[in-house]
């Protein structure tokens, strides 16, 4: 027996200097981090990973990797620096969501809709390799970084690819358990944005009742919240009562609330808070902070807004999923429909008024996304149509202010850095997609576009594609309506325009780049004019009518219209006339005039002049007879029930 020992002692000797033996493609790594570092492909890993893991085994040695992070060094090898941690820690995981998924990052590879039976089944096994390694070690890397919020925010990315069968096939119970505990001392050390999100998307993953876990990972997710709401209102309950005493709350206690309420913010994407009932307090808080009766830091309502926005969402989805039967499913709805209308009455308020960016910008986006949610498709669940939420033209006018106040304004950023500037034309881009978006759905009437058409060459670079996009979208929706809004936005910057308190080379310059903009729509609507007959006939019906209107001048009775330079504008899309419409164009506008040609050809009637001639050119009616008269008749009251008639038309 005693003669057995020393072959034990050598098992267990060869078996841990096996254990310690690095992977021959330590040093490969190794290399791969320095160049990744030095190269400054930061933000790129993605790329760097797609074009090395079909040509080489070190991207997919997963055990290689967790090495290097958590295994001491051997002798005469240097560990790892925080920054290279950093570094592997990105690669490793780029490695893992490409081997998970197969999909190459954007703008990399051939776009297939489906995979071969071949990449699906090398998937499979991919993803099966990794989990198996990663379900037994990712409780330790965690728990060496679960301090630097770089590293964790990137970790905690990994189990979201598991395939989570495996922890009950493999009798990983233990693993899933330390996992587990590790996440409430995250939540609650962190309160950066990235690390919360990633905490809130990876427990979402897991909580999901397909899964033998599930029961686990949904007590798991309990207790999280619960501390969250726990803290939230012990926080505000302190600060109410100090405020109430007229005492100035330090640091601590400011940051008491704004903690809890960031994390209650973040996590209530991907969760619900609906069994703690905190809806109402935070919407109380709300309202104090606007009414000024609640000193708080601005986070704090922005934060706010977002908890009670996805509040409601969680709310209809619980209607949607567990519809209650009777009153019961009534009461659920009715209550969901008070307090839809009580958000959207606050954030119109916060949007059309507030001293606030920061609440104005997060209200306005709140809205356009709440409409989005509670719009006409409810309708086609008897349950839900209550709840859905059709905005009045005082909202609609709020959010088009706001987006000519903050997106359509010239960039003051000259104190900004590249970065930020980037950063600050995203937020911008983000703030009108959201609005095209509700014009595009339907949810809000074409003519509700026209600011954003009107400043299409202006903003071209920087918005250029979605205003594009929103032109084709409406004219799908009806060519009609797209060419009325058109001409609503062509008359308005005529309007603007002639309004310049300026000199007269700027009143022409604005002249000139507005004929660039009717160019430009003219351009849109292609080649085909039998299928764009009937819009481009209203478009310049639409543009006549505000050409003379008034046909009178009110500052100078004997002068031509104060609008019939509009009708150069409208001149741009004559070819896209046919023949025979040009004919009828030009009797609607004979009509509206009441005379033909003017005997004085001074400037002021040039537009109109030009427009005549485009319309009559190939009609062969020879040249225009000239009325004998140089001035306007009186319009009589048939005339004016016409124009009425016409103008309450544009309600489109």
Request: proline share 5%.
């Amino acid at each position: 027996m005693n003669d057995s020992f020393p072959l034990m002692r050598t098992l267990l000797s060869s078996q841990a200097d096996e254990v310690k033996k690095r992977s021959p493609h330590t040093p490969l790594l190794r290399d791969l981090v320095c160049f990744f570092i030095e190269s400054e492909l930061h933000e790129h890993g993605a790329y760097l990973v797609d074009s090395l893991i079909e040509s080489h085994p070190m991207m997919k040695d997963w055990e290689c990797m967790t090495d290097l992070l958590v295994e001491e060094p051997e002798e005469g090898e240097e560990p790892l620096d925080s920054k290279q941690e950093v570094s592997l820690i990105e690669i490793m995981v780029c490695c893992v969501r490409q081997a998970a998924t197969g999909e190459p990052p954007v703008g990399r590879g051939v776009v297939r809709k489906v995979m071969s039976n071949k990449e699906q089944k090398q998937i499979l096994e991919d993803r099966c390799k990794l989990t198996e390694h990663f379900i037994a070690t990712i409780p330790a890397l965690v728990s060496k970084y679960r301090n630097d919020p770089l590293k964790i925010a990137n970790l905690l990315i990994i189990p979201q690819y598991f395939d989570l069968e495996m922890y009950t096939k493999l009798r990983q119970e233990k693993s899933l358990d330390a996992f587990l505990k590790l996440l409430p001392d995250i939540v609650e050390k962190h309160n950066r944005p990235e690390v919360l999100e990633t905490c809130a998307k990876t427990l979402e993953t897991f909580c999901n009742d397909e899964y033998a876990i599930y029961s686990k990972c949904n007590i798991a997710r309990t207790a999280i919240l619960d501390k969250i709401v726990v803290y939230l209102k012990e926080g505000l309950d302190a600060y109410i009562s100090l405020v109430e005493g007229a005492e100035e709350p330090n640091e601590d206690e400011i940051y008491a609330v704004d903690s809890p309420l960031l994390k209650a913010s973040i996590l209530s994407t991907s969760h619900s808070f609906g069994h703690w009932d905190v809806w109402n307090q935070i919407f109380d808080l709300i309202k104090k902070i606007e009414e000024n009766t609640l000193p708080l830091p601005e986070t704090c309502m922005v934060y706010s807004i977002r908890f009670c926005y996805y509040g409601l969402l969680w709310d209809l989805e619980n209607i949607e999923e567990n519809p209650e039967r009777g009153s019961a499913r009534q009461e659920q709805v009715e209550n969901l429909r008070a307090r839809l209308h009580l958000y959207m009455g606050m954030m119109y308020k916060i949007v059309s008024s507030s001293q606030v960016v920061s609440y104005r910008e997060e209200a306005y986006l709140s809205i356009c996304d709440t409409l989005v949610i509670f719009s006409k498709q409810l309708i086609s669940n008897p349950i839900l149509a209550p709840l859905v939420y059709e905005a009045e033209p005082v909202l609609i006018g709020a959010l088009n202010h706001f987006i000519n106040h903050f997106v359509f304004m010239d960039p003051d950023d000259e104190r900004l850095d590249d970065h930020a500037r980037i950063e600050e034309l995203h937020k911008r881009r983000n703030f009108l997609s959201s609005f095209c978006k509700l014009i595009v759905y339907n949810m809000f009437p074409s003519k509700s576009a026209s600011d954003v058409f009107k400043n299409y060459l202006k903003f071209y670079d920087q918005y250029g594609d979605i205003v594009k996009m929103t032109l084709s979208k409406t004219r799908e929706n009806n060519k009609v309506n797209s060419a009325r809004t058109m001409v609503l936005s062509l008359s308005t910057a005529f309007t603007e325009a002639k309004a310049l308190e300026g000199t007269r080379k700027q009143q022409n310059e604005a002249m000139t780049a507005l004929k660039e903009l009717a160019k430009r729509f003219a351009l849109s609507f292609g080649l085909d004019a039998v299928k764009n007959r009937e819009a481009v006939t209203a478009l310049h019906r639409e543009g006549i009518l505000f050409a003379v209107t008034p046909l009178e001048n009110p500052d100078d009775p004997t002068g031509t219209p104060p609008n019939i330079g509009f009708l150069e504008i409208v001149a741009e899309f004559t070819n896209k006339l046919l023949k025979q419409d040009k004919k009828i164009v030009l009797q609607y506008l004979d009509k509206r005039l009441g005379f033909g040609v003017p005997s004085s050809r001074n400037d002021e009637w040039q537009s109109l002049i030009v427009y005549r001639n485009g319309l009559i050119h190939g009609e062969g009616d020879g040249a225009p007879v000239p009325s004998k008269r140089a001035y306007h008749r009186k319009k009589n009251e048939t005339d004016d029930e016409e124009d009425q008639d016409d103008y309450e038309d544009l309600d489109y």
